[in-house]
């Protein structure tokens, strides 16, 4: 593959191997975690016999998502120099100010809740349902039964928390994208797997 790089607009430079490597990381975390939040949802209104089944489904698409998420998290911090895109032409300071926060928080969602499932999982001593099989917990003892337990109690907590609010960032990161491309500016050019680098 050829490389070509460009300027960011405040000096840093970005390659097309840099800009394609995010755009499949883009696609390869949206997709197992928007599914999680779609089968916890679905249990929620699911009766009673039907539950366990999309929970398993909830946590095994949330295992998966933080094994995309912690190369996808580590390659953005390697390339953080040179991987900062421009602000969208005909899009205001305070827009891109916006957009930026709300990657950020996006950020912050697909690592935390990930992370706070997997240590109710381990944590709990029931282990991480993954698909058809389960990757077992931790082992209680009575020494560390007591700081096992707060750890799972606290990371239940804050997933809870975070996942009621924070799944919220979703829709509105997609009405965001839509309302820009109603405007004619490139934005799923810039996501895209099928183009090639546009600006």
């Not at 995010?22 to 039907?50: D, M, N, R």
């Not at 949330?62 to 895109?85: D, E, I, K």
């Not at 997933?159 to 009405?175: A, C, D, E, F, Q």
């Amino acid at each position: 593959m050829s490389t070509y790089k460009r300027e960011t607009g405040n000096g840093k430079r970005q390659t097309t191997n840099d800009q394609n490597s995010a755009q499949y990381f883009h696609w390869l975390v949206a997709a197992p975690l928007i599914g999680s939040i779609g089968c916890v949802l679905k249990a929620q209104e699911s009766p009673k016999e039907e539950k366990g089944l999309w929970m398993h489904r909830h946590k095994s698409l949330g295992l998966l998502t933080a094994m995309v998420v912690a190369p996808r998290a580590a390659y953005r911090l390697w390339t953080f120099s040179r991987n900062s895109l421009p602000k969208l032409s005909g899009s205001s300071n305070m827009e891109h100010l916006a957009g930026t926060a709300g990657h950020i928080g996006l950020y912050g969602f697909m690592t935390v809740m990930p992370a706070t499932g997997i240590a109710m999982g381990y944590y709990g001593g029931k282990g991480l349902p993954f698909f058809g099989t389960t990757f077992a917990g931790a082992v209680r003892t009575e020494e560390n039964k007591a700081a096992h337990g707060g750890i799972a109690k606290q990371s239940f907590k804050i997933h809870k928390t975070l996942g009621t609010y924070g799944k919220y960032l979703i829709p509105v990161h997609v009405s965001a994208a839509f309302m820009h491309a109603y405007r004619g500016q490139s934005i799923f050019k810039r996501i895209s797997i099928f183009r090639g680098p546009s600006y």
